[in-house]
Structures are given as structure tokens and as C-alpha cells.
């Protein structure tokens, strides 16, 4: 019985964990930013490794101070 108990409450505790987490996200993206254009160039190096080089312009609605990736 303990462990139904405790399975139940776990179930509970994700579930709203989650909940909240999306309503935040949705939130912080909808209005605050929006990404404005993207170019992206690939180099494939001849020893096989790639070097990579994004170039990203945002369009703030906003005060930020940067971006997370």
C-alpha cells in the first residue's frame, strides 16, 4: 500500500512539474523574442573534423541581456 502511495504522489509531483514548465516556456517565447534570420556554413576539414559557423539575428521585444542555446 505504501508504495501505491508513493507511486501515486510521484505521478502527481511529474505531472504538474510539467505543466508548469510548459506554460512557462510558452510564455517566455511567444512575445519576448523571435529569431529574425539564421545562416549556418559547414566545413569539412580534411582530417574529417567539421568546423561549423552560425550566424544568428534576433528580434527583441524585450530587455535581454543574451540567449541560452
Request: hydrophobic letters at 40%; zero cysteines.
Given at each position: 500500500m ?9 505521478i ?53 541581456s543574451?540567449?541560452?542555446?
Open positions: 505504501k508504495k501505491l502511495i508513493v507511486l501515486a504522489l510521484s502527481i509531483v511529474l505531472i504538474s512539474t510539467l505543466g508548469v514548465s510548459q506554460s512557462l516556456a510558452n510564455e517566455d517565447i511567444s512575445d519576448s523574442w523571435k529569431i529574425h534570420s539564421y545562416t549556418s556554413t559547414a566545413h569539412v576539414n580534411s582530417d574529417g573534423s567539421v568546423s561549423i559557423e552560425e550566424y544568428i539575428t534576433y528580434k527583441f521585444n524585450k530587455n535581454f543574451g540567449t541560452i542555446r
